[in-house]
């Protein structure tokens, strides 16, 4: 018995799991992307400027000191909350000496370190010359004997960050480009045993968007159960690398993965449906020839 086709009515699992797997892959990339920018803002976040006040300095100064800096807009806040430390000359000493184990107060009889301030900086400002106009402007104020930042250090993270940025969106645009080629020709090939019918129905006056409706609808169907599939996966997945792997919950945000999952759904209803319409508006201008 010969099965009917019916307007619309397609191979659909092969078209879902290619929608699902290309969807998965793009995904998978861009929690990877996600993931980077989360680091580098944590790299970004712990670079730290160290402050030495004079020596002659008192207590109330200093705090009034670490007040100003506090106010700044240069410095990382978390909750609200400046990320700014004062340590004293003499808790230096002793983070000094258990850290390295020799008591140098017995041997040089004073305690040459100074009382010091410990900030960090806000990654919109780690710019070497920015860094440089924020150093004379500490400088400045009174009370402050020196400035001190890793200069090298920062030039290089600089330096890779943007190396690896540029890295990542030349991949990410060609998985991208990758991905609408083979959703298209997956579609293009599925819609490929329905084009005689599409003829068919022509030729019995049926207008081209009572053709394509239904094409278009299985299409939307599709493609949102497709981009399902592959949040749900790249969801489990994360669960199951949470598991093996420590703090890596410290990259991961909710809001940003729950965007992902709904584009990637979107992205996949979209493609769908233009993939379908174009391949339907070309069937439909083809000769009877040409459909053979």
Known sequence: MIKKKTLGNYPFISVIFSIALALFILGSFGIISLFTKNLTKIIRENVEIQIFLHKNITLPEAIQIQKTLSEKAFIVRKNNIPQIEYISKEVAAKNFIQETGENFLQVIGTNPLRDAIILKI??????????Q??????????G???VVYPKN?????????TRIGLILLLFASFLFFAVIILINNTIKLALFSQRFLIRSMQLVGATPLFIKRPFLIKSIIYGFIGGTIASTSLFF???YIQAKVENIMELQKNKEMLFLYISLVLFGMCVGFFS???SINKYLKMSLDELY
């Open 153 to 161: 250090i920062i030039e290089n993270i600089n330096a890779n960050l």
């Open 237 to 239: 997945l994360l669960k």
């Open 133 to 142: 106009s924020i150093k004379t402007e500490i400088e400045s104020i009174r």
């Open 276 to 278: 379908t319409l174009y």
């Open 144 to 146: 402050v004997f020196e």
């Open 122 to 131: 806000h990654p919109e400002f780690q710019k070497t010359q920015r860094f």
